[in-house]
């Protein structure tokens, strides 16, 4: 090394031992101000979690979050659920609430027996129906064909119709129950005449009418027509005249004709066969039409595709309001009692 370069290290060398010395005698010098006090006692036993406040903590997160999910459920929810809904929404004529099917008795094939002592909330549903009907002759001369129609499969066309028509014959009156729907023939599935001749076998001009229409066992009053066999040109068969003809023939003979029809929009069968209707009949399924439907709903009302239009709700809980199935009046106690006793 050179004499400049040993002497700047010997400079520094001092200088940082200095600095060792004076941090030394400043720690040396500066009193601590920490004093213990008191020393510190233990149980010997853990202090959490504590058992009280655990258990407080569970029970509010159960009761919390099973309501958090009913309300997130309903509010996501845009279902049918009450007749208030279809209120709110549309002007279309109110018939009634039919129960829901599983707290009815259902007889053979879904349909349902009507109950001849008159304490079955079902059974006082449809004749509350069957009063509010004699209303809808507001807009028509006669009130004899009454088409029943959905907008969709599983709304209970086929159930209402043949109950309705059904509680018309225990009234005394002469009811003919059709079954239009000549592609499914969900009507004539239930009643076993599927393979018969029937409304398809007609309108091809190969039976008269006499020969297709059916005594049901049940009611005296109800005859049926079935669908007949399956066509490959179901449209075509029912814009034939045959169809008018036949209606025709039958308001002669009988006081009521039910149609059992096809969905409304899926097809065109509907459409089609609306022009026979004095009464079209939707059904609108408890859980099963949206909300969000309804405008539609009334977009068809207000611009008459479906000629005299009414709603029946269907599927409605007997529980559900407290008396009955929903009417108030208390209806519905026979089956209350049959449970009690």
């Not at 569970?58 to 999910?69: D, E, K, N």
């Not at 707290?103 to 006082?124: Q, S, W, Y």
């Not at 039910?258 to 859980?287: C, E, H, K, S």
Request: charged fraction near 20%.
């Amino acid at each position: 090394l050179t004499p400049c370069q040993q002497q700047i290290k010997q400079e520094l060398y001092l200088y940082l031992l200095n600095k060792r010395e004076e941090n030394a005698l400043s720690l040396a010098i500066t009193e601590s101000n920490a004093r213990v006090i008191e020393t510190g006692k233990s149980s010997g036993e853990p202090t959490g979690p504590v058992l009280q406040s655990m258990l407080l903590i569970g029970v509010m997160i159960g009761l919390a979050l099973p309501a958090a999910i009913l309300i997130l459920v309903m509010l996501f929810d845009t279902r049918i659920r009450s007749r208030r809904d279809i209120e709110d929404a549309t002007n279309v004529p109110f018939l009634g609430e039919i129960p829901k099917h599983s707290e009815t008795k259902v007889a053979k094939g879904g349909v349902l027996l009507l109950d001849n002592a008159g304490d079955n909330a079902a059974t006082e549903a449809f004749r509350i129906v069957r009063t509010n009907m004699t209303f809808m002759k507001v807009k028509t001369e006669t009130l004899q064909v009454i088409t029943v129609s959905s907008f969709g499969s599983g709304a209970g066309k086929t159930f209402v119709s043949t109950n309705l028509s059904a509680s018309f014959a225990k009234a005394g009156k002469r009811v003919l129950l059709i079954d239009l729907d000549i592609r499914k023939g969900t009507l004539s599935h239930h009643l076993s005449q599927r393979k018969h001749q029937g409304i398809t076998s007609y309108l091809a001009g190969h039976v008269e009418l006499d020969d297709i229409i059916q005594k049901d066992s049940l009611y005296e009053n109800l005859d049926t027509i079935p669908a007949g066999p399956l066509a490959p040109n179901p449209a075509e068969l029912l814009l034939s005249e045959r169809l008018d003809q036949m209606i025709a023939q039958l308001r002669n003979r009988y006081d009521y004709i039910f149609i059992d029809n096809v969905p409304y929009g899926a097809i065109a069968d509907a459409a089609i066969t609306n022009r026979i209707a004095d009464l079209t009949i939707f059904i609108v399924r408890v859980g099963r039409l949206d909300r969000r439907m309804l405008p539609d709903l009334e977009k068809i009302y207000q611009s008459g595709k479906l000629n005299n239009m009414s709603l029946i709700l269907n599927g409605v809980s007997l529980h559900q309001h407290g008396y009955g199935y929903g009417y108030g009046y208390g209806y519905g106690y026979g089956e209350k009692k049959k449970k009690k006793s």
